[in-house]
């Protein structure tokens, strides 16, 4: 059974940092490629980031450019994400999901139809 959990998520300031992880198992984690995807209240899911299973191809949607660094540790079955001077723009429910193909293929990358596996999410509210 795949289990996809996601953690660090929580309640910051602008300005702010914080890192996300997310670890699965009941996969071969390093078969997948890994992505982060975000959803606000009445807003569609997006895709963030993605990184394929090699950590080869890195791609961000343009709004975290800079902000955002998508990393993963095979041995350990877990990808991150770090994030740096949050914005009350950034406050939203963070998924973690998982992709047999293996690979980030813009603009694929971003449909969520591409993915296998799912967390439940993790909640980041940055106040101004």
């Known amino acids: 059974q795949v289990q996809v959990v996601e953690s660090g998520g929580g309640w910051v300031q602008a300005g702010a940092s914080l890192r996300l992880s997310c670890t699965a198992s009941g996969l071969t984690f390093e078969d997948y490629a890994m992505a982060w995807f975000r959803q606000a209240p009445g807003k569609e899911r997006e895709g963030v980031a993605c990184?394929?299973?090699?950590?080869?191809?890195?791609y961000y949607v343009d709004s975290v450019k800079g902000r955002f660094t998508v990393s993963r540790d095979n041995a350990k079955n877990t990808l991150y994400l770090q994030m740096n001077s949050l914005t009350p723009e950034d406050t939203a429910m963070y998924y973690c999901?998982?992709?047999?193909?293996?690979?980030?293929?813009?603009?694929?990358?971003?449909?969520?139809?591409?993915?296998?596996?799912w967390g439940q999410g993790t909640q980041v509210t940055v106040s101004s």
């Open positions: 990184i394929t299973w090699n950590s080869i191809d890195i």
């Open positions: 999901a998982a992709s047999a193909y293996g690979h980030c293929s813009p603009p694929s990358w971003r449909a969520r139809s591409n993915y296998n596996y």
